[in-house]
T-cell receptor, first 119, second 111 residues
Framework: NAGVMQNPRHLVRRRGQEARLRCSPM?????VYWYRQLPEEGLKFMVY????????ESGMPKERFSAEFPKEGPSILRIQQVVRGDSAAYFC?????????????????FGPGTRLTVL | QQPVQSPQAVILREGEDAVINCSSS?????VHWYRQKHGEAPVFLMI?????EQKGHEKISASFNEKKQQSSLYLTASQLSYSGTYFC????????????FGPGTSLSVIP
């Protein structure tokens, strides 16, 4: 059972370039979340996607950032025209929301993260 | 919207106990607890749904007081391997499936 896969693990970009971060969820998981983490800080929610749908993107900056989760293939977080302030670790998590006893559980499994450095 | 965690940081000697608290100003559906070691991904510890629910994971347990919108994580007889940053994540009743994480509590266990 492969876990959540993210690639690349490390990405270096110069200011103004584009960064593409990929996330392959665990097998059978249809929910994907992206989080950003600055050094010594917490996990900041960015976006929540299900297959072919963006459910909640309230944590995404309005400009330069976009995310997708196509029917086939990994989820992609795209950052256009990167700036130094985009340097951070970006984690993806996937979940399989399941129900038991009238309650639904949303256990999230995190990938290893992509560490983006903008020069 | 982000839950509040306390304390921000704690240092323990091996074998000592600790409590980490998490509270929200909004009605909660569930509380999640994760541990993250430096440079690694967060690892799921447990999820609590029902008010009054308590769960255990080895010597780590947690409670959830739905009325007070609070959860506490209890670490007993701490081990060196417990060191890391502990995050609580909350799901609000008005936005299921979206988990918002607190700022984290740094726990250091020393010999």
């Amino acid at each position: 059972n492969a876990g959540v896969m993210q690639n690349p693990r490390h990405l270096v970009r110069r200011r103004g370039q584009e960064a593409r971060l990929r996330c392959s969820p665990m097998k059978g998981h249809s929910h994907v979340y992206w989080y950003r983490q600055l050094p010594e800080e917490g996990l900041k929610f960015m976006v929540y996607l299900q297959k072919e749908n963006i459910i909640d993107e309230s944590g995404m900056p309005k400009e330069r950032f976009s995310a997708e989760f196509p029917k086939e293939g990994p989820s992609i977080l795209r950052i256009q025209q990167v700036v130094r302030g985009d340097s951070a670790a970006y984690f993806c998590a996937s979940s399989l929301v399941w129900a038991s006893g009238g309650s639904s559980y949303n256990e999230q499994f995190f990938g290893p993260g992509t560490r983006l450095t903008v020069l | 919207q982000q839950p509040v965690q306390s304390p921000q940081a704690v240092i323990l000697r091996e074998g000592e106990d600790a409590v980490i608290n998490c509270s929200s100003s909004k009605a909660l559906y569930s509380v999640h607890w994760y541990r993250q070691k430096h440079g690694e991904a967060p690892v799921f510890l447990m999820i609590l749904l029902k008010g009054g629910e308590q769960k255990g994971h080895e010597k780590i347990s947690a409670s959830f007081n739905e009325k007070k919108q609070q959860s506490s994580l209890y670490l007993t007889a701490s081990q060196l391997s417990y060191s890391g940053t502990y995050f609580c994540g909350t799901e609000r009743k008005t936005s299921y499936d979206k988990v918002i994480f607190g700022p984290g509590t740094s726990l250091s266990v020393i010999p």
